[in-house]
């Protein structure tokens, strides 16, 4: 997929990203006060209301929750991947994170258990990927 747009993230946003690509792993943010999992980060904790928190390493298994599935794309970098399913996992840990997958739309759906990983797009973007663990036969 050369040639594809590769947004570029800000504030927080930024942090998570440079902190997934640092550990090459995708990382959540966690509260340090209360060990709260949240996704996408955020300023302060709901549960406590810290401030304090760091981005850390998760399994990055889970299941699919929802998807949408593109038959056209605006991108031309992707319109050879056509259709294509984006996911919406929820990682053991809790919380829920946004993911592409190189799976057909066929061949995957809620309920079926996925791995994550990331991939550098650039030197501040990684793209999360979701791809299936086991053989699933529930497609949504």
């Known amino acids: ?27 959540v943010q966690r509260c340090d006060a209360c060990g709260t999992w949240r996704h996408p980060p955020r300023r302060f904790c709901a549960d406590c209301a810290s401030s304090a928190s760091s981005f850390e390493p998760v399994a990055g298994t889970g299941q699919v929750r929802s998807l ?27 919380p829920r994170v946004l993911a592409a997958t190189k799976t057909a739309p066929s061949e995957i759906g809620i309920g079926t258990a996925v791995r994550c990983s990331v991939e550098r797009r650039s030197d501040d ?10 053989t699933d036969t529930t497609k949504g």
């Open 125 to 134: 973007f990684a793209l999360v990927w979701a791809e299936p663990t086991t």
């Open 68 to 94: 949408a599935v593109s038959h056209r794309s605006l991108d031309p970098g992707w319109q050879a991947e056509v259709p294509f399913a984006t996911l919406v996992v929820e990682l053991d840990e809790g």
């Open 1 to 27: 997929m050369s040639g594809t747009y590769v947004p570029q993230p800000e504030w927080l946003v930024l942090d998570w990203h440079r902190a997934c690509l640092d550990a090459e792993a995708l990382t």
